[in-house]
């Protein structure tokens, strides 16, 4: 069954802090895997991963993929209270369904 | 304006009613999705379309039906809610590059909640 876990579940830190978070996937033939920030609305997205060891950044966000071992890390550096957020990640396969999402980390940032 | 809306952005019902739940598009996109959120579940797939003759279940479509009317809307019903179908509904697009990208966008959400 195709599936995505992420982990830790729920992580709260104080600002300042460097955080992260873990998802790894078994699903057939795949094609990319997806980072997205979820507030109270609906998510908002991040990175984009096709290709293993190459590093995508955003400011103090930053994510890579090890298509070797599975698995997809989202790190963010220097937290700030407005990081507190679900963080999703989801993978796409090829054919049928196109993406299956992971239930989400959620990160507290204390000030 | 927003590229992809919903309506309504919040609706209580009582079981056993009918429900529609709309999403409208800007962007252009042939394909359109219905997601729930449960807490803990992350995004379930409800219904997918590739275009406006295509229309294809998701993981958990038992309880829903889908009408897209257009490219550019994709509607969601629940013929008789039911208190498990309480949950936080998106609505998204995507459209496939040329590079092998297909990145979704989402709507605002529609939290439904079901007495």
């Known amino acids: 069954e195709d599936k995505v876990v992420q982990s830790p579940l729920s992580l709260v830190v104080h600002e300042g802090d460097t955080v992260t978070l873990n998802c790894s996937y078994e699903v057939t033939n795949f094609r990319s895997l997806l980072w997205y920030k979820q507030e109270k609305k609906a998510p908002t997205f991040l990175f984009m991963l096709?290709?293993?060891?190459i590093e995508k950044k955003s400011g103090r966000l930053s994510s890579i993929l090890d298509k070797k071992e599975l698995f997809s890390i989202l790190n963010i550096t220097a937290t700030q209270t407005g990081d507190s957020a679900v963080y999703l990640c989801?993978?796409?396969?090829?054919?049928?369904?196109?993406?299956?999402f992971g239930p989400g980390t959620r990160l507290s940032v204390l000030p | 304006d927003a590229d992809v809306t919903q309506t309504p952005r919040n609706r209580i019902t009582k079981t056993g009613k009918r429900i529609m739940l709309e999403c409208s598009q800007t962007?252009?996109?042939?394909?359109m999705y219905w997601y729930r959120q449960d807490p803990g579940l992350g995004l379930q797939l409800i219904y997918y379309?590739?275009?406006?003759?295509?229309?294809n279940k998701g993981e958990i479509s038992d309880g829903y039906s889908v009408s897209r009317q257009a490219q550019a809307k994709f509607s969601l019903s629940l013929e008789s809610a039911i208190p498990n179908q309480t949950a936080l509904y998106f609505c998204?697009?995507?459209?496939?590059?040329?590079?092998?990208?297909?990145?979704?966008?989402f709507g605002p959400g529609t939290r439904l909640t079901v007495l």
């Open positions: 989801a993978v796409r396969y090829n054919y049928g369904q196109n993406f299956v």
């Open positions: 998204a697009t995507s459209d496939p590059g040329g590079d092998g990208t297909d990145t979704q966008y």
């Open positions: 962007k252009g996109h042939d394909r």
């Open positions: 096709t290709s293993s060891g």
């Open positions: 379309s590739f275009d406006v003759k295509d229309i």
